[in-house]
């Protein structure tokens, strides 16, 4: 069984576990020779941008050739593309590992998001698409400053401000279109790693993790923590809304209420899922099982809680005549 990794950038880790638990091959690709990850894979691709028109059919040519059974991506503007096309895959034998398009689109739609979550009855910050709206609800009371502004679309938290005056409000908005206000959560941030079965469609692993340090919107610093309650929310949430495959939340807890708000959903790797994986959280082992056609079983919170991950930096060298990939 062949893997590939799209846009595998600087994500070195989730290439190396595939290649761990694998007995076929691990195949990468990114738009640079300089994404040092594609070189922990066992061969190596250069396409082109994902917004290039011959794009999708370069990865469909990859599979063919490599012999590829699944297929996945790690950055959030591909997974669409990549559940758009599921039909052109399923034909050839090889199953994108992603949820629905609606569900990717939703997603990756951080206000599209926010009106799901609220019909559902999810708690979650409070967001609003312009400036009369939030001062409107500023009259009201029912937010305040500080807040934070960041792109409707948008990740890897670019272009994420806290603002604390309708003043920089306003300049901001002035400056850059497609941006949005959420309201400002103060409560301590975690993450959890999830999968969704395949085939059964059940949640069956969740890790979750205490946020104690951000770098470039991932986690660099955390620690394991179980909560009973929050698990069988999220299993329950991932269930009914329809996500498959691994996917990214974001939480903030209210210690005061104990109440638990979700911020956000990656439908994809984690930055942080290397300590998930350390923790055995084994999503490779998961996905591989899946394209086998097993089911696998449920064992959420299946890990130890108190184990810090401490990310730090690696450096990949190579000299100019191996830099190149097909």
């Known amino acids: 069984m062949n893997i590939l990794i799209l846009s595998a950038g600087t994500r070195n880790k989730v290439v190396q576990y595939f290649k761990r638990e694998m007995a076929g091959r691990v195949i990468a690709t990114d738009c640079s020779n300089l994404g040092p990850a594609i070189y922990d ?11 290039d028109p011959n794009y999708m059919d370069k990865v469909i040519d990859i599979c063919k050739k490599e012999n590829i059974q699944g ?17 052109r895959f399923a034909k050839e034998g090889i199953t994108p590992i992603v949820s ?67 003043e920089m409000l306003k300049a901001l908005f002035l400056e850059s279109d497609g941006l949005m206000i959420q309201e400002y959560m103060r ?46 929310q999220i299993a329950t949430f991932v269930q009914d809304v329809g996500y498959r495959g691994m996917i990214d939340i974001d939480f903030f ?18 930055g942080g899922y290397p300590h998930a994986y350390e923790c055995g959280v084994n999503f490779p082992k998961q996905i591989l099982r899946n394209l086998q056609g097993l089911d696998n079983p449920v064992t959420i919170g299946d890990y130890r809680e108190g184990v810090y991950m401490m990310k730090y930096n690696e450096v990949a060298i190579r000299c100019e005549c191996n830099l190149e990939g097909e």
Not at 71 to 87: G, M, Q, R, T
Request: net charge negative; charged share 30%.
């Open 187 to 232: 409560g301590q941030e975690y993450g959890a790693d999830v999968y969704i079965d395949l085939i059964s469609g059940k949640c069956t692993s969740i890790f979750l993790k205490k946020k104690i340090k951000m770098r470039a919107g991932e986690t660099d610093k955390s620690v394991s923590v179980k909560d009973e309650v929050l698990f069988d």
């Open 41 to 51: 894979a066992d061969k190596c691709y250069i396409v082109p941008r994902i917004d």
């Open 71 to 87: 297929v996945f991506s790690l950055i959030d503007p591909e997974l669409s593309l990549l559940a758009k096309n599921y039909d």
């Open 253 to 270: 807890h209210d210690e005061t209420t104990g109440e638990w708000y979700l911020s956000e959903v990656n439908p994809r790797f984690g």
């Open 100 to 166: 629905s398009y609606e569900l990717c689109e939703t997603s990756l739609d951080k206000h599209a998001m926010y009106d799901m979550l609220t019909k559902l009855g999810v708690p979650t910050a409070k967001c609003y698409l312009s400036i009369e709206e939030f001062e409107a609800a500023r009259e009201i009371g029912e937010v305040d400053f500080p807040v934070f502004v960041k792109p409707v679309k948008g990740s890897a938290s670019i272009n994420i401000n806290k603002v604390n005056t309708m």
